[in-house]
């Protein structure tokens, strides 16, 4: 059977990278999801805070704006040190 998830349970692999940016940038999750709205993506707090908890999943089209209003590239998003283990 397949399942869309990692070996821990999530549901993504960049949450915790998009959390990590973000808090380098020092805005909150509101902040991030106002400064997205404005970059044509429609999310809200909520959304940003359960793709940085690993519960929702993420589109690539959502990857693509996410990784342009943090300025990094969508790789560093996605990077993992167990990549192997996927």
Do not use: P, W
Not at 15 to 27: C, V
């Amino acid at each position: 059977m397949f399942i869309n998830k990692n070996k821990d349970g999530q549901n993504n692999i960049c949450g915790k990278n998009i959390a990590k940016f973000r808090k380098e940038m020092n805005i909150s999750q509101r902040e991030f999801a106002d400064r997205l709205q404005i970059a044509g993506l429609n999310v809200d707090k909520n959304a940003i805070q359960r793709i940085e908890a690993g519960k929702r999943f993420v589109t690539d089209i959502e990857l693509i704006y996410i990784a342009k209003v943090l300025s990094r590239s969508y790789t560093e998003l996605l990077h993992t040190e167990a990549c192997t283990d996927i």
